[in-house]
């Protein structure tokens, strides 16, 4: 590679158009045509539909689940409902001691201003991909493959 001139802007800018352009990936725009699990998308600039076979889908636009640790410190309001309006609510009482086999049981909680923590929780994400929804998606091997990064948002 030669010297490059010019000021330190122009060089970062020689040195971009030297070594920065990749043609063998591609950023798209691309509307979802069907959603999960017989996803399809349409490009932008093409007139065929993308297949699932066709796709790779970041994880964060399917259904999953993980496992999370929660802690809080700070004062933390934590509530939850009575679901099933037959069942009365379980009043919680920290001082409570239960002995004997069984499975305890309750509908609803409510503890306000309280430290706590959850240990092995799971999380369960079901915000995946519907019929409608515009992405960001990245063409690779000359348009062979394409990786669906993320949801497009426009304001």
Do not use: C, W
């Amino acid at each position: 590679m030669e010297r490059i001139e010019g000021s330190g802007a122009s060089q970062l800018v020689q040195l971009i158009r030297a070594i920065g352009y990749n043609s063998d990936m591609s950023i798209e725009l691309a509307t979802v045509t069907a959603a999960p699990p017989e996803l399809k998308i349409k490009v932008d600039h093409m007139n065929i539909e993308l297949e699932k076979d066709d796709l790779i889908v970041a994880q964060s636009l399917t259904k999953y689940k993980r496992k999370v640790n929660l802690k809080s410190e700070s004062k933390t309001k934590v509530s939850a409902t009575n679901m099933n309006p037959e069942v009365p609510p379980f009043n919680f009482d920290p001082g409570a001691v239960f002995v004997g086999q069984g499975k305890i049981s309750f509908t609803g909680i409510n503890v306000s201003s309280a430290d706590f923590s959850t240990e092995e929780a799971e999380l369960e994400f079901i915000d995946e991909l519907e019929e409608g929804d515009r992405v960001v998606v990245a063409g690779i091997q000359q348009g062979q493959i394409y990786i669906i990064l993320d949801r497009a948002v426009m304001y």
